[in-house]
């Protein structure tokens, strides 16, 4: 079976600690499966957005057909986020923006103009934006789906969906609402049947959260999903074909997207 991992990371270090690098992330892949892996960088919810975007694309570069790249942006920078946005995004390496509002020391609501043109932007080159989910006080899950109102253009994804314990808001908000969708990077096999059946199955996708620690994650969170009761061809959506539609990837494919040679430009 075919399988995208919507959630991963890709970075040198988090905090001081070493993470697994970009042949271990692609070993990892190999052990159980995962054909394709969305990154996203760490260092840069920190800081230095556009120097870290840049080293994502610099994986992406080496594995275009494996490695897909999600820019990340500080809206507390206002103009410069949103420029930062367009710049990425102007690559077509870059199929997605990752926002972590928790990290990031950041409430949506707080920056509403700024968030709204980054999705607008998102909209305008019809990538997904990703928000970390499921944890307050700035990542709950109805803090994202409200929003994910304020541009319905936009696919807005609950990197979490809901994680633990927003899983059943989750849930009723991906139904209720048109252009969001959750990635199950968390919840257990019944939190995954539950978020079928009530989001609908064309709007949950697979993540893993790797790259945070080893391979074992990875393996942990596909085996979630493939011990919930779903049937074939929704466990086929859930794995790949929802992320294949988010992602572009029949329209796009990312292995003829770039170049060694391409770039986003410079990060100064």
Known sequence: MRIIDFHTHLDERWLGTPLPSRGELLDGMDRVGVAMSCIFTIQGLYGDCPRHNDALLEHAKRCPDRLIPFATVDP???AAAVEEARRCLGNPLFRGIKFHPWLQAIA??????TMVEILRCAAEHDV?????DGTPPYSTTFQVAAVAR???????VLGHAGLADYVYPAGRLIRDVPNLYGCCCGPRPG?????VETGGADKILFGSDFGVCEW???AERLDNVLEA????AVME???FGNAERLLRLRERPVASAGSPDDGAGSGA
């Open 108 to 113: 949506p609501s707080m920056v509403r103009e």
């Open 128 to 132: 997904p934006v990703l928000f970390h």
């Open 150 to 156: 304020m541009v319905p253009e936009a696919m807005v």
């Open 229 to 232: 009761d779903l049937p074939g």
């Open 216 to 218: 074992f994650l990875l």
């Open 76 to 78: 507390k920078e206002g």
């Open 191 to 195: 939190d995954i049947e539950y978020l």
């Open 237 to 239: 959506k859930v794995l």
